[in-house]
Structures are given as structure tokens and as C-alpha cells.
């Protein structure tokens, strides 16, 4: 059974840094790519970076750029969003996804619960 599970939202003041995790069960993080999306009040989900089952490849929103950063742990199976500099428009519920090609549109087969980023004073 495929599962993604992410943690790590909290609320935090802006400026600050978090470090998201998606653990993956049921299948091996070399056969899948995985990206992180994320969903504001009234807003559209949009992706904002994703990384390819080889892990070579990263690739962020414009929005993002400079300040999020995709890695993986494949001990842990595990991949992690840190998201630093935050701004109050940073947050959303943060989900990540899993599908055979990294892409920031929602072309992914499986999806997680999400979790919720917090910016404010």
C-alpha cells in the first residue's frame, strides 16, 4: 500500500525556517519522483518544487527559488522541504505527491494528508 505521510508544518513568524518531511511506505523513493505542492485559503494548489526518482534533477517555482530546497534521505525513504525565509504568503497546507515524472503540475498518482505552515507575527 503506497502512502505518504508528511510532518514538520508548524506556525512560524516570518523570516523564519521549518524543515517538512514526506516518508514514503509501500514503495522505494528510486522508482518514484516527488514533488511539493502547496494550498492557500481560496487559493489553487500550486506546485513549488519537486525532484526526480534519480534525485539528480530539482526544480522549484519561481516563487520559491532561492529560498526552498528539496532533498531526500534514501536510508529514510524519505523526502524533506526546508522552507526557509518564509513570508506570510507562504502559508498553505503543504502536501507532497508521488508519480513516475518530476513535474510542479499535479500529474502525480499518489498524494498525502498535508500539513499546515503557519507565517505571522
Known amino acids: 500500500q503506497v502512502q505518504l505521510v508528511e510532518s514538520g508544518g508548524d506556525l512560524v513568524q516570518p523570516g523564519g525556517s521549518l524543515r517538512l518531511s514526506c516518508a514514503a511506505s509501500g514503495f522505494s523513493l528510486e522508482n518514484y519522483a516527488i514533488g511539493w505542492f502547496r494550498q492557500a485559503p481560496g487559493k489553487e494548489r500550486e506546485g513549488v518544487a519537486c525532484?526526480?526518482?534519480?534525485?539528480?534533477?530539482?526544480y522549484y517555482a519561481d516563487s520559491v527559488k532561492g529560498r526552498f530546497i528539496i532533498s531526500r534521505d534514501m536510508s529514510e525513504n524519505t523526502v524533506y522541504l526546508q522552507v526557509n525565509s518564509l513570508k506570510p504568503e507562504d502559508t498553505a497546507v503543504y502536501y507532497c505527491a508521488a508519480g513516475l515524472w518530476a513535474t510542479l503540475a499535479e500529474d502525480y498518482e499518489h498524494w498525502g494528508q498535508g500539513t499546515q505552515v503557519t507565517v505571522s507575527a
Open positions: 525532484i526526480t526518482s534519480s534525485g539528480g534533477g530539482r
